[in-house]
């Protein structure tokens, strides 16, 4: 067992946490003892539906409890549901290696995992009830003076044992849960193998989309303005010589159209990928987009080169997306966007001081940004309590393409 060595009065905290959840390990423990007595008579089984979910949840927990305390990542275990009935879907648990798992954790947390957090957190109550034991016998005078000099210096002796070795029991614990909970590696190559073909379709279906808005841009827009300017041209070559004047206003109307035509094209380009983005990079970009928003955004960024082409421009847009909702819908003051490559991996975050409350569900246009990372591995997580301030985070998975560093920072 080689991790970390943690604080000891972490290490109590925890163990305290796993006692204080005493209450729903012992019901889950009754549910299963009920489970394994009604199998006898075959009603059992009809428990295992609703237990199966409830122990999975609780494991979960303790899972992100012993990856927050070893302070790295932990892969979880998941419960494959199949969309059947009852029956089919119990059977259907009774194969998957997951659920024998979380079994074999139950019993563990219940045993030696309980005792574990138990001596984590009982040690310095210990010591703290001892040393105030021996003090009281000793004012009382209700005991020989050695019964409470020895309660004493066994106090004072277990303290630096719980110093120096008190998280030792929470780390036996949680090293244990994460070999029980980890994860069959086929099935995580199973999961993975469904995210990236869902993501795969959500991105052919994005691109879909995003073909037919510019179909319908130019169709509306440059389109009907060549239409009109051909039309204004015509007449104006009919009218030259019967009506020179009539002419010449139909021939600065058509100037017009082909500059609002102009217009429209930039508009289309610019959606499918900004000119400046390619010029100077996502951060120039970035910045370029605050300066054109009605409230003042900073911009930090430092990037180690640039990222692929298709990461550029999906972290462009979810940026942009971002600043739109907080001008559309945050009633903010102020915004701020972090640009930032922790190993090998662009991360993204545009806060603003707004009203928060900000959910996937909403229509906010999250959803969109999240399934158009979702196609480079990427991930968003959204901190936005009622009353604000909220903080879109974003990371993506990338190589740089240069080894220069680019710095900014500034405020738009």
């Known amino acids: ?17 796993h006692v204080l959840m005493v209450v729903p390990l012992a019901l889950l423990v009754a ?42 990542d932990l892969p979880e275990a998941r419960l494959t549901r199949t969309g059947a009935g009852p029956w089919r879907q119990v059977i259907a648990w009774f194969g998957q290696r997951t659920f024998w798992q979380l079994v074999l954790w139950l019993l ?17 109550f210990g010591i703290i009830a001892l040393v105030a034991t021996a003090f009281g016998l000793w004012s009382s005078g209700e005991a020989p003076l050695w019964v409470s000099l020895l309660l004493f210096a066994l106090g004072i002796g277990l303290a630096p044992l719980w110093w120096y070795y008190g998280d030792v029991f ?28 869902a993501s795969r379709a959500d991105t052919v279906d994005h691109s879909a989309a995003e073909l037919r808005r510019i179909e319908r841009d130019l169709h509306d827009g440059a389109q009907a303005r ?13 009218l030259l010589d019967r009506d020179p004047e009539l002419a010449r206003q139909l021939l600065q109307e058509a100037r017009h159209a082909t500059g609002a035509a102009l217009g429209d094209l930039r508009s289309v380009v610019r959606g499918i990928h900004p000119p400046v983005l390619a010029d100077r990079g996502l951060i120039g970009a970035v910045q370029a987009l605050a300066l054109d928003l009605p409230l003042p955004v900073t911009v930090d960024a430092a990037l180690p ?21 907080v001008v559309k819908h945050a009633g903010a003051q102020t915004a701020w966007v972090v640009i930032a490559a922790p190993k090998n991996r662009l991360r993204l975050q545009v806060g603003d001081d707004g009203r928060g409350g900000v959910r996937l569900d909403r229509g906010t ?16 997580d959204i901190s936005s309590p009622d009353g604000g301030p909220t903080v879109v985070t974003m990371e993506v998975p990338c190589e740089w393409s240069s080894p220069r560093t680019t710095l900014s920072s500034g405020t738009g």
């Not at 006898?40 to 992100?64: E, I, T």
């Not at 036996?172 to 073909?197: F, G, K, M, S, W």
């Open 365 to 380: 246009g999250l959803a969109g940004i999240a399934r158009r990372l979702g196609a480079f591995d990427g991930t968003m």
């Open 226 to 238: 060549l239409v009109s300017l051909g039309m204004n041209l015509g007449m104006a070559a009919d």
């Open 170 to 197: 929470m780390r036996l614990r949680t090293h244990t849960e994460a070999a029980i909970l980890r994860p069959d590696p086929n099935a995580v190559l199973e999961q993975r193998v469904a995210d990236l073909t």
């Open 108 to 124: 563990f947390a219940a045993t030696g995992g309980l005792a574990l957090s138990a001596l984590a957190a009982g040690l310095p």
């Open 31 to 72: 549910g299963a003892s009920l489970i394994v007595g009604l199998s006898v008579v075959g009603l059992g089984v009809l428990l295992v539906r609703p237990f199966a979910p409830a122990l999975a949840g609780f494991a979960g927990v303790h899972r992100r409890m012993a990856a927050s305390f070893l302070g790295r």
């Open 305 to 325: 080169g640039r990222p692929g082409a298709p990461v550029e421009s999906a972290a462009y847009f979810a940026v942009a997306e971002c600043l739109a909702n």
């Open 1 to 17: 067992m080689t991790s970390t060595r943690r604080s000891p009065w972490l290490a109590t905290g925890y163990g305290l946490g």
